[in-house]
């Protein structure tokens, strides 16, 4: 069980709050987990990096501020070249989910550390506060005419009927998509590397024999480590992206 590859994703609770030291209020149980525990360090370290990056903000940047601008440029230059100048307008908002992701990413991959995005309601929240956000605006920026979303133009009118109910499901998958997307691949890493290190483990028990097999195992979980990485930073990044074409939609609704 120590290698169990699954048990590195077990939500469990520190401590909770109710009456009676029953931990329930009004009938439920509210209760502080580990993956919530996570999700505070994950925006206090974002916070306390941010604001002690720039804090100075000198001509000639620090390496921290340097950093800080490097992603604050990236995130922009994302946002300009995906949802137009007038996008920049939901900057902080893919700044923001872009830094939670990632930051929420590479945390997962210290020993002992909990991953939150590997958890599907995590993922599908944030999912679906990016489509709410898409929704709301859009109607608000262009009222029905953000109906055309599902009206691509130049379609004949007798294809409509056909294309009409396409564009609305594809719309509507996009919280499945975008949430199943990240949580599936930082699930899938973190067991295949957790398989990996079991094996290293096992291995190495069985004596030099043993060692001397472990060496493929050792390499591969090194492998997988760098991998992983990658992943974690490529995950924040399309989630960002697609947050911002999703955005562009709301802009400007008309294909």
């Known amino acids: 069980m120590a290698n169990d590859p699954i048990k590195q994703f077990k939500i469990t609770d520190i401590f909770t709050i109710g009456g009676a030291g029953e931990g329930e209020t009004g009938g439920f149980e509210i209760a502080f987990t580990n993956s919530a525990l996570f999700m505070v360090i994950t925006v206090v370290s974002i916070s306390a990096f941010l604001i002690l990056s720039t804090r100075g903000r000198g001509l000639v940047p620090g390496r921290l501020q340097l950093l800080s601008e490097m ?22 908002f893919v700044f923001s989910l872009f830094m939670f992701v990632l930051v929420a990413n590479l945390f997962g991959m210290v020993p002992y550390f909990f991953t939150v995005t590997s958890h599907i309601i995590v993922t599908f929240a944030l999912a679906m506060l990016v489509i709410s956000v898409v929704i709301i605006y859009g109607f608000m920026r262009n009222g029905l005419g953000f109906l055309k979303l599902f009206v691509p133009a130049g379609v004949p009118g007798y294809v409509l ?34 398989v990996f290190a079991g094996f290293i483990v096992s291995l190495s028990s069985l004596g030099a024999v043993g060692v001397l097999g472990a060496t493929l195992p050792f390499a591969m979980t090194v492998a997988l480590t760098a991998l992983e990485f990658l992943v974690s930073a ?18 400007h609704p008309s294909h």
């Open 71 to 92: 992603l604050y440029e990236f995130v922009a230059n994302m946002v300009r070249s995906s949802a137009g100048t007038e996008g920049m307008k939901f900057f902080p």
């Open 161 to 194: 009927p056909i294309v009409i109910p396409i564009e609305i499901v594809s719309f509507l998958s996009r919280p499945i998509s975008l949430s199943v997307r990240l949580f599936a691949n930082m699930l899938a890493g973190h067991i295949t590397l957790k």
């Open 234 to 251: 490529l995950q924040a990044y399309v989630f960002a992206v697609l947050t911002s074409m999703y955005l562009n939609d709301a802009i």
